[in-house]
């Protein structure tokens, strides 16, 4: 017998992401997703052979589908006025319209195990899933951009042979975002940075500031146009000559930031369309990393800033 997430909604993906959030931070590993796109395919589902069962629907659609499912024998129960419990023998089922907290009425229907969750950054999915298969434990891994996973663990893991088998990638043992993760690292550094940013328009810095009160940030600047680029040392022939959005202009924005700033430790950002170039240096080095991503455009600059905060964190280590 298996248990299933059942979902019958227009807006299906964030509502899968909500679903299998709550579901693993309860400590539930046994659950497969179905995703249904009628209402006959919906009760149809509802009907198959499992030990418990979840149907997330658009709230017009809830009396629809309990209507369509439940026989003359079964137990109905309304709860907490927004969602219907089913029995039918040993079978259970919650209907649920979607937009009530998913989270209380999981736990009042399925109970509350609890699950232990690290956050690992800057490894591949496969690399984490390689370590994770070695512990005996269920586990989940949920990849929120390249460079970032949650992992959901039934059972503690010991720390220390998380740390011996990920390294240094192994930032936080509780679920943490790759910001909060720099920031804290900047913070116990007591180093000061100062950050430039063109493609990203100052989200990398505004993430940051988010998490922590900002005394580390020295300076920070979002260069727009030639004379932005201009105040850092950047002429308007070296832009005609190598582009903004490119290797030689980021080290020479981290350059020129390292002398005008004083700041301990600088990071640049520059870059097009899926194309980037990120610049962390202090006064002994600078380093230059590029790298690309091909989602949309949004998606393109989130995964920028986690992989430049990443870089930034790693320097200030």
């Known amino acids: 017998m298996e248990n299933k997430v059942i979902v019958f909604t227009g807006n299906q993906n964030c509502c899968i992401e909500r679903v299998e959030k709550c579901l693993l931070g309860l400590g539930h590993f046994d659950f497969s997703v179905i995703v249904c796109h009628t209402l006959d395919d919906c009760i149809a589902q509802c009907g198959q052979e499992f030990d418990t069962g979840i149907v997330i629907c658009d709230n017009h659609d809830l009396d629809r589908i309990l209507e369509g499912v439940k026989k003359e024998d079964d137990t109905l129960e309304l709860l907490h006025e927004q969602a219907v419990s089913l029995r039918h023998g040993a079978k259970k089922m919650l209907f649920l319209p979607l937009g009530v907290k998913l989270e209380m009425f999981f736990k009042e229907f399925l109970g509350d195990f609890g699950a232990i969750v690290h956050s690992v950054f800057g490894k591949s999915v496969g690399y984490v899933q390689n370590i994770f298969s070695s512990v005996r434990c269920d586990y989940k891994i949920i990849t929120k951009t390249p460079i970032l996973h949650t992992v959901y663990c039934s059972t503690t893991v010991n720390p220390e042979i998380l740390k011996s088998a990920l390294g240094e990638n192994l930032f936080s043992l509780e679920d943490e975002n790759i910001a909060s ?137």
Do not use: W
């Open 181 to 317: 993760a720099c920031a804290s690292v900047l913070a116990a550094s007591g180093q000061s940075v100062a950050i430039a940013e063109q493609v990203s328009g100052g989200l990398a810095c505004g993430s940051l500031a988010r998490e922590r009160d900002c005394k580390f940030i020295k300076s920070a600047a979002v260069l727009r146009t030639d004379a932005d680029f201009e105040k850092y040392g950047i002429s308007a022939e070296f832009l005609q000559e190598k582009k903004a959005a490119s290797r030689e202009t980021a080290f020479e924005l981290a350059k020129n930031l390292i002398k005008t700033t004083e700041a301990d430790i600088v990071m640049a950002i520059v870059g097009e369309d899926n194309k980037f170039f990120v610049a962390i240096g202090n006064k002994q080095e600078i380093h230059v990393f590029s790298t690309s991503f091909d989602g949309q455009h949004r998606e393109n600059i989130d995964n920028l800033v986690d992989f430049a905060l990443f870089r930034l964190m790693r320097a200030a280590m």
